[in-house]
């Protein structure tokens, strides 16, 4: 097993270096249908720069030059990113908030949206789960996650970025059956070709740009490899998690049958010390949001891996919202509930359940302010938090 790590610097071919360390493309062929799936979860503020959350035009318009290069007139980049209505988001958006719909357009790329559907049903872990056709008819599958943090699954790399191939319905059941368990099956069940994580920028405390939590760093790397677990370790390690710190890896390599140690793997170009830099992670979600504005007596905690990623965007922000007109106001023992795990402490003055999955899991909260919704909508969850009773 070999992994490349280089050092990005600009037009100087280095994603080719380390392609060629790997020898990531030594199997495509003139002509085959080649699927390049990015990591871009979700378009942000036009007034934040996607760094460390997407994958960057710089990686996607080299790649896409290396391919047309080989021959390659099939490509298609495809991902399934966040659909919020409300909150206009959608995978097109994502995309040009990414910089990446240029990126395809430049070099005649077809750009699939996975959330529109043809999809391939597979079975994981007793559960029927949509996967994008697109995965299982192309002849080579590139893999471009982004090196970063995640607050559900401590890092978010190449396996958790298969996340991105399934429908919003199957999403959904990643969470409720166990998110890291569910990453390890479904990477069992895709081939990747070949594996790039862009370190170009990597970010602490993610996933979510525009959290205060969260911060972007520049790293300029580029890891390459052909395969996914071996990739992703070193991805981890360069964050400062080994395998065992990460649930979803662990459970990927007992997966597969194999103990893999990082001394087991070649790496090639730097070395892992040289580019070690650790980044925090954080199952933080809310509750600093409410604790930046001054807001005291409100408690959220964080909802865990059982909350889906569209309940956690719009929790974000219509909590944010909210605590831009709560600014210093004090509450009396408040409890938000949020997710399937959550439960309010004994002593709760007023409980909130926000999303159809904290509501269920706490019926017998007759009186708790509720919003309803599969994820609910951000100006409600807003709403809702407005009618409580502050007490100064
Ligand atoms: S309410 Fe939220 S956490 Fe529950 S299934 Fe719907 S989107 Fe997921």
């Not at 270096?17 to 020898?23: F, G």
């Not at 949509?130 to 970063?148: C, G, M, Q």
């Not at 969850?381 to 100064?392: F, W």
Request: aromatic fraction near 6%; charged fraction near 25%.
């Amino acid at each position: 097993m070999q992994v490349a790590i280089v050092k990005y610097q600009e037009e100087k071919q280095t994603l080719r270096k380390a392609i060629e360390m790997c020898e990531g493309l030594k199997d495509l062929k003139r002509g085959d249908r080649v699927l390049v799936k990015p990591n871009v979860v979700a378009a942000g503020s036009r007034k934040i720069p996607p760094h460390g959350m997407t994958t960057s035009p710089e990686v996607m318009t080299e790649l896409l030059s290396i391919l047309k290069d080989l021959g390659c007139d099939r490509i298609t980049i495809g991902e399934g990113a966040i659909v919020l209505k409300e909150l206009k988001l959608d995978t097109n958006r994502a995309m040009v908030w990414s910089g990446l719909q240029p990126v395809a357009e430049r070099f005649g790329a077809r750009v699939c949206d996975f959330n529109e559907g043809n999809f391939e049903e597979i079975e994981l872990l007793g559960n029927e789960i949509e996967v994008s056709k697109e995965v299982f008819e192309t002849d080579f599958f590139i893999n471009v996650p982004v090196l970063k943090t995640h607050n559900q699954s401590v890092v978010s790399l190449a396996l958790k970025n298969l996340k991105g191939c399934l429908s919003f319905k199957s999403k959904k059941k990643f969470h409720k059956m166990g998110l890291d368990d569910m990453i390890a099956h479904l990477g069992r069940r895709i081939p990747n070709h070949l594996v790039i994580i862009d370190g170009i920028y990597a970010l602490e405390r993610g996933p979510l740009l525009g959290s205060s939590l969260t911060v972007p760093h520049r790293f300029d790397l580029i890891v390459a490899g052909t395969d996914i677990l071996a990739v992703d370790m070193v991805g981890a390690e360069i964050l400062g998690y080994s395998i065992d710190d990460v649930p979803h890896l662990k459970r990927y390599g007992e997966l597969s049958g194999r103990e893999v140690r990082l001394e087991d793997i070649e790496i090639l170009g730097e070395r892992l010390e040289d580019v070690r830099q650790p980044l925090e992670w954080t199952l933080a979600w809310s509750q600093h949001i409410l604790d930046e504005a001054g807001i005291t007596g409100i408690h959220f905690p964080a909802p865990g891996i059982s909350l889906c990623s569209g309940c956690g965007y719009t929790l974000f922000v219509g909590c944010a919202n909210f605590a831009l007109n709560a600014k210093g106001r004090k509450f009396d023992k408040v409890y938000i509930c949020a997710g399937k795990d959550i439960e309010p402490r004994a002593d709760a003055k007023d409980v909130v359940l926000l999303g159809q999955c904290a509501i269920e899991k706490n019926r017998e909260y007759k009186d708790a302010l509720k919003v309803k919704g599969c994820p609910p909508k951000s100006g409600e969850v807003t709403k809702c938090l407005e009618q409580l009773r502050a007490i100064g």
